[in-house]
Each structure stands twice: as C-alpha cells, then as structure tokens.
C-alpha cells in the first residue's frame, strides 16, 4: 500500500511525481477508502468530506458509487466503513499509480 506520511503528502506526491494538478476519479476513490481505513470503527459524512477534501455534491455521487459496488457499507446511525471489497480495490489502485510512477 502506498505510504504516505498525511493526505498532503499524498497531494503533493501526485502533483510533483506524476504532474496531476487535479485528482482523477481514482484518487478520489482512493481518499475516501483510505479515509474510512484510518477510522476502522466507521466514520460519518462529514469527516470523510473534510478529509477526502470534497465537496458535498461530489460526495454524495461518490458514496453513492461505492455503496453502489459493494466497496462501503453505511450503518442506521449513518457510520460509513469500507468493506473487504473495498480495502482490495484500494490496494489495487495503489498499486497501478505506483507502477505508473516508474514510466
């Protein structure tokens, strides 16, 4: 998995290393799932907002995909936690933009 000291760390390797200025739609699937991995016990909207850096709208069309897919789960009280699906589509991801660090 890739190790990142913070998410700025995460942004600043992306934009020096592979010259991204924006996050594709990989990247922000990549900052929710790690979002909900950092908090195990499940997390609500609002922190993965902030920690994902998105806004509303764009969150709820991501959630919506994921929950959609199976790679999180949402609980009554309205905790969200990533799922084992989840956790390989982000070891996948990670491992792509790794090997296209090496182009």
Known sequence: MLEVESEEGADQFFQERLGFKHRDRALIIADILCSLIRRPQGT??????????????????????????????????????????????LQDLNVDYLRMTRI
Not at 46 to 61: G, V
Not at 72 to 83: A, F, L, N, P, Q
């Open 44 to 89: 609500r909207k609002t922190h993965i907002k902030q920690s994902a850096n998105l806004s509303t709208p764009l969150l709820e069309k991501y959630l919506s995909l994921l929950l959609l897919n199976g790679l999180v789960k949402v609980d009554d009280e309205g905790i969200y936690r990533s799922t084992t699906k989840g956790l390989r589509v």
